[in-house]
């Protein structure tokens, strides 16, 4: 069965800062997607960055990227320079069968002023 | 350009009601998906469409749920003599075709059942 485990409940970090959120999966897929989604207090589920389990290199989307550990079975997300709109849940995802997306527990990130 | 919209944003049921959840996906996405949220957890799915077949319906928690997209665009989640544990937020995706790879959600419709 596919598996999405995020362990940080809470996270806060100070504006400016870099921030990374753990996310570790389990498939027994040998191909299969790997998402992260922002959902800030309104609700609606925000598209962040996307990697495939065959792109060679890690992710890069704006002020966020994937640091993809395949052996290790991790997609942790790295924010760069936080600002305080970053402030919101943080879902990491997997794409399942027929695409429908498997979601683990999500990461609040709070960022201070 | 508009993006997926769902309505209606609120919603507040007496148990036992029906509801009906629409959803609007955006134009020509053949894949729609609906996703439950209880509150403070990860989106679970419940359904899936290509089209108007309905794909995917393993997710649905019992007979009480029903899902349709009869024209292969919008689509309608209807939840029959609610219950409380049906409080949640309910969320539509969509994307352009099986194999494409990024999901877009729509703002969600907030179920309260009293």
């Known amino acids: 069965a596919q598996k999405i485990t995020q362990t940080q409940p809470g996270m806060f970090v100070q504006e400016k800062e870099a921030v990374t959120l753990d996310c570790t999966y389990d498939?027994?897929?040998?191909?299969?997607?790997l998402f992260w989604y922002k959902q800030p207090s309104s609700g609606e589920m925000i598209f962040l960055i996307y990697?495939?389990?065959?792109?060679?290199q890690n992710a890069t989307e704006g002020r966020y990227s994937l640091n993809f550990q395949k052996a290790r079975k991790s997609a942790n997300l790295v924010i760069s320079a936080s600002q305080l709109g970053d402030s919101a849940m943080y879902f990491c995802?997997?794409?399942?069968?027929?695409?429908?997306?498997?979601f683990g527990q999500g990461t609040e990130l709070s960022v201070k002023p | 350009g508009a993006g997926v919209s769902q309505s209606p944003r609120y919603k507040v049921a007496k148990r036992g009601q029906d509801v009906a959840l629409r959803c609007d996906p955006i134009?020509?996405?053949?894949?729609l998906f609906w996703y439950q949220q209880a509150l403070g957890q990860g989106p679970e799915f419940l359904t899936y469409f290509q089209n108007e077949a309905q794909l995917d319906k393993s997710g649905l928690p019992s007979d009480r749920f029903f899902a349709e997209r009869p024209e292969g665009s919008v689509s309608t989640l209807k939840i029959q003599r609610t219950q409380q544990e049906d409080s949640a937020v309910y969320l539509c995706a969509s994307n352009r075709d099986i194999g494409a790879d990024t999901q877009y959600f729509g703002p969600g419709t907030r179920l309260t059942v009293l």
């Open positions: 990697q495939g389990s065959y792109d060679q």
């Open positions: 995802a997997m794409r399942g069968l027929q695409g429908k997306l498997i």
């Open positions: 134009s020509g996405h053949v894949s």
């Open positions: 498939t027994s897929d040998p191909s299969y997607g």
